[in-house]
Nanobody, 124 residues
């Protein structure tokens, strides 16, 4: 089986920074169009940032200039550098991607995979 595993969340004061990581585990050939989402209780999960295979990125307006998404294809890992944190950034952050599972002679696409989430709490 293949999984996405997030890490790096925690409690931080307003204005601080964190670096979130999302690693694909299992027999991975590659990951496609990985992105970060976040969710607070009672609200829908929202897209924070996404990065394409050609390196193009897109961000939610609320995080532009403060968050940076990047990827390490060799490690099948995606990062989210979050800076100038605000209390309203408090949420569970989830990683999402399509995963190509290495089956040996071929790869099998696993669509719309999600990690378990990592909590980010920003105190004022």
């Amino acid at each position: 089986q293949v999984h996405l595993v997030e890490s790096g969340g925690g409690l931080v004061q307003a204005g601080g920074s964190l670096r979130l990581s999302c690693a694909a585990s299992g027999s991975i050939f590659s990951i496609n169009a990985p992105g970060w989402y976040r969710q607070v209780p009672g609200k829908q999960r929202e897209l924070v940032a996404r990065i394409n295979s050609d390196g193009r990125t897109n961000y939610a307006d609320s995080v532009k200039g403060r968050f940076t998404i990047s990827r390490d294809n060799a490690k099948n890992t995606v990062y989210l550098q979050i800076s100038s944190l605000k209390p309203e950034d408090t949420a569970v952050y989830y990683c999402n991607a399509d995963i190509y599972e290495d089956m040996g002679a071929y790869s099998r696409r696993r669509n719309d995979c999600w990690g378990q989430g990592t909590q980010v709490t920003v105190s004022s």
